[in-house]
């Protein structure tokens, strides 16, 4: 059964820092990509970054360039979402996602949220 846990997220002022993990399990890790995605209050869900062993790294918004970034360790099934410079804008509830080996923006398989609340 394929899982991912999302976990990390909180409460950060402005400015902040915060660390995302998205855990997998029940897929061969490599041969999967795993995106973050996050859908703000009153919003649809937008995507952010992806990666994936076979095209390395895809952002799907210039909104997070030079402020996230997205990572992986294969040895955990684990994929990470560092987030520095935080701002309320970026006040969502982060989900991982799944999809055979590309990153197309169409994950078959999603984890439940995290949230994240920055405090201006």
């Known amino acids: 059964e394929v899982q991912l846990q999302a976990s990390g997220g909180g409460w950060v002022q402005a400015g902040g820092s915060l660390r995302l993990s998205c855990a997998a399990s029940g897929f061969i890790f490599d041969d999967y990509s795993i995106a973050w995605y996050r859908q703000a209050p009153g919003k649809e869900r937008e995507g952010i970054l992806c990666?994936?062993?076979?095209?390395?790294?895809?952002y799907y918004s210039d909104s997070v360039k030079g402020r996230f970034a997205i990572s992986s360790d294969s040895s955990k099934n684990t994929v990470y979402l560092q987030m520095n410079s935080l701002t309320a804008e970026d006040t969502a509830v982060y989900y991982c996602?799944?999809?055979?080996?590309?990153?197309?923006?169409?994950?078959?398989?999603w984890g439940h949220g995290t949230l994240v609340t920055v405090s201006s």
């Open positions: 990666i994936s062993s076979r095209e390395g790294i895809t």
């Open positions: 996602g799944a999809e055979h080996y590309y990153c197309s923006g169409y994950p078959g398989y």
